[in-house]
């Protein structure tokens, strides 16, 4: 297997949460992202799906440089790109890109086109000259599938769909290997989703792109995913190849995540357990001590008041022979087919 294009080792932010106006006194912190660990290699999309609030777009800002990092490591090629900063940091920035969650608000509605797409190039003129700015764009607004002559039009006179494809073409600008992409169709109606996803794996496909697929469920990213990323409340919850956290999951939380997927098939969805999740996410700022889900999960023991469950591959798992393409932070993991 080839190197990982991206390694993030321990990733930890807090936000400070303070107290008074005048003199702001530390009083806790917000556990956003709370000691998160993965791979991403050359070409293959990770999806990380989880509810909201469980700190999905803080890793991705934090992978992106736009946060900085409490503790832990970035390797972008190697490279710890969380303490870089000046032209190092310029240069890093130019092969991981970010396409963001809503195109209602993301693009300046008193920018043209032709602007938003090309804006990327007043940081890195070096990728397109002045003079070649406006065929570039209209190359790009070509490639995800819009009319070039649009290049002067304003945001408000396309659809969403349409607007995220702007917002895609701007990620592309520059070149990118990397493209952390932050819910980009949860915004979108359902009927527009498929369209985006299918241009996005055209494209990753076309210029050999490592995708990160953010999600708040498994439905998203299955499609798309060659791995996913189960996080809750700060922590990785599961991680594995597609094939098997949508066969065999193992952690209750994505027990119950996929539970939640609909399932086409009446005879499947017949055999099916339903798992229905109480209650939310408890508070980043005060998270539940040993394993974050417990408060939530009907396995619960002692064990999981007293002991952080360590992600690892699951003893159920042990004896087989690609071990490592699944693991799990749960003190009771089950092979969800064998349990159901
Ligand atoms: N700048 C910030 N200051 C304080 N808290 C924040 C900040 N950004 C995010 N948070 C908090 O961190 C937690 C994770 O947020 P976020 O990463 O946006 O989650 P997700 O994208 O999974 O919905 C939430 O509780 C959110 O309120
Ligand atoms: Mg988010």
Redesign the pocket.
């Known amino acids: 297997m080839s190197e990982p294009i991206l390694q993030v080792r321990n990733l930890v932010k807090h936000?400070p949460l303070t107290q008074g106006i005048l003199f702001k006194k530390q009083i806790g912190a917000?556990k956003?992202v709370d000691g998160i660990s993965f791979d991403l290699y050359p070409g293959e999309t990770l999806g990380i799906v989880?509810e909201?609030?469980?700190?999905?777009?803080?890793v991705a800002k934090l992978l992106m440089n736009l946060e900085q990092a409490t503790s832990g490591e970035v390797f972008y090629k190697g490279q710890d790109i969380t303490r870089l900063s000046g032209r190092a940091l310029k240069a890093v920035r130019r092969n991981i890109q970010m396409v963001f969650q809503d195109p209602y608000t993301s693009l300046n509605p008193r920018m043209t086109v032709g602007d938003i797409i090309g804006e990327p190039f007043d940081i890195h003129p070096e990728v397109a000259p002045k003079g070649d700015r406006r065929k570039r764009v209209q190359d790009l607004l070509d490639v995800v599938g819009l009319n070039p002559e649009y290049i002067n039009r304003y945001p408000h006179q396309f659809s969403g769909g349409q607007r995220q494809r702007i917002g895609i073409a701007r990620g592309l600008a520059l070149n990118p290997e990397v493209i952390i992409c932050d819910e980009p169709v949860s915004a979108l109606d359902v009927s527009v989703q498929a369209q985006v996803v299918n241009l996005m794996e055209k494209l990753q496909d076309e210029f050999g792109l490592s995708y990160i697929f953010i999600a708040h469920d498994l439905s998203i990213v299955r499609h798309i995913s060659d791995r996913v990323g189960v996080m809750y409340l700060g922590k990785m919850a599961e991680i594995g190849t597609d094939a098997e956290i949508y066969e065999h999951p193992t952690h209750p939380y994505t027990q119950a995540l996929l539970s939640a997927v609909p399932v086409p098939d009446p005879e499947a969805r017949e055999k099916r357990e339903r798992i229905i999740l109480t209650g939310d996410v408890p508070s980043?700022a005060n998270p539940p001590s040993g394993c974050r889900f417990r408060t939530r999960c009907w396995k619960a023991q002692d064990i999981c008041a007293k002991e952080v469950p360590l992600l690892a591959v699951p003893s159920v798992f042990a004896d087989r022979d690609t071990p490592a393409a699944h693991e799990s932070a749960c003190h009771f993991a089950e092979d969800g087919t064998a349990a159901a």
């Open positions: 936000f917000v956003a989880g909201s609030g469980c700190g999905k777009s803080t980043p």
